[in-house]
């Protein structure tokens, strides 16, 4: 057994890393083919059926409850660092819908065979640390002995009715915003071949572990159309899910995306996750043909707690740019959506 004393390698004991764990779209549409008879509830506002961020339930106050849960395993070797991501990423669910986080209860797996109880300890005192950042209590959870490390949360949170935020409210020509650079997967993967940079597995820890606190101010701005958040699919699989579920297309300004950095390092020695090709295969019919290799790689990356994906009607763009940048972001669009074509997503 691996105790605390020794260097840890969480990332060993998984075969997978973070939301590049996520059952891929293609296989995720069979899993939630049914055919019980659907029966709609009347209070239930968001259900499974666009494949939101998390599920609205009418309070029938003028508020609404946001349910989500989201776990996976270690994409750092860090035990701390493990868990404040994880629960950044849950949270983050509840702030792409515009809510926000009132409560978190964890979720753990652990192989108890193969790693100490206190380095279980850590990863939780990392969701703590995230749940604290976010202003709430992690009130309780469950766990069990796993073959692999296993982390993250279900969490609670409400939003006035009129704020709710969804991934399939769309219009045309609204602009597109992205609030954190793309890039995890790559960097991640490096991490596991042992060729990342220490300077760029930091920048990859600290976004990762950075709240989407921005989402809860989104919610009461009408000109914001259309709100998610960016993980496992990747940007264009979730503006897949933005686009075809708003009944536009997009088109994405592929310079103006933000990265991090050196990705390039990473990207001429095959360094990408297995979830990419994954994406690409269940969405890459969706996408124009023709893009670039690297355009491919860094649009199908998955994502670990990564940045809210913002649709903002272009009329309020002056206006939604001074909000930023009063709250702290220098951000330019990074597409628009258009009308409605053969396929979900353009580059330019």
């Not at 949170?157 to 790559?186: F, M, R, S, W």
Request: net charge negative.
């Amino acid at each position: 057994m691996q105790t605390n004393k020794e260097p840890i390698k969480l990332t060993s004991f998984s075969h997978g890393a973070g939301c590049g764990c996520k059952i891929s779209p293609q296989i995720l549409d069979k899993i939630l083919t049914s055919d019980t008879p659907k029966k709609n509830h009347p209070l239930l506002l968001v259900g499974n059926e666009s494949r939101d961020d998390a599920a609205v339930f009418d309070w029938q106050n003028g508020e609404a409850v946001i349910s989500t849960t989201d776990f996976f395993m270690p994409i750092v070797d860090d035990p701390f660092d493990f868990g404040k991501i994880a629960a950044t990423n849950a949270i983050s669910d509840i702030y792409a819908m515009g809510g926000t986080p009132l409560m978190a209860i964890a979720i753990l797996g652990w192989p108890i065979d193969k790693l100490a109880p206190e380095i279980a300890a850590q990863v939780l005192e990392g969701g703590r640390a995230a749940c604290a950042e976010a202003g709430i209590p992690l009130a309780g959870g469950h766990s069990i002995d796993s073959p692999e490390p296993i982390f993250g949360l279900a969490v609670t949170g409400k939003v006035k009715k009129e704020h709710l935020k969804q991934n399939d409210q769309a219009t045309q020509n609204c602009l597109l915003y992205l609030t954190k650079p793309l890039g995890v997967g790559i960097l991640s993967t490096g991490q596991k071949r042992g060729i990342v940079s220490p300077t760029d597995l930091a920048k990859a820890v600290k976004q990762m572990s950075t709240l989407n606190l921005l989402g809860e101010k989104l919610g009461p701005l009408s000109y914001v159309k259309s709100l998610t958040d960016v993980t496992g699919f990747g940007l264009f699989g979730h503006l897949v899910e933005m686009s075809d579920g708003s009944g536009v297309s997009s088109e994405l300004f592929f310079n103006e995306i933000p990265t991090l950095d050196n990705l390039d390092t990473y990207l001429d020695q095959k360094c990408f996750p297995g979830g990419t090709e994954r994406n690409w295969a269940s969405y890459g019919h969706r996408i124009q043909e023709g893009i670039t290799e690297t355009q491919r790689l860094i649009g199908a990356d998955p994502q670990t707690s990564g940045g809210l994906l913002i649709a903002v009607d272009e009329k309020s763009q002056e206006v939604f740019e001074k909000f930023l940048k009063d709250e702290g972001f220098n951000l330019k669009p990074v597409g628009r959506t258009i009308e409605k074509r053969e396929k979900a997503i353009f580059i330019q």
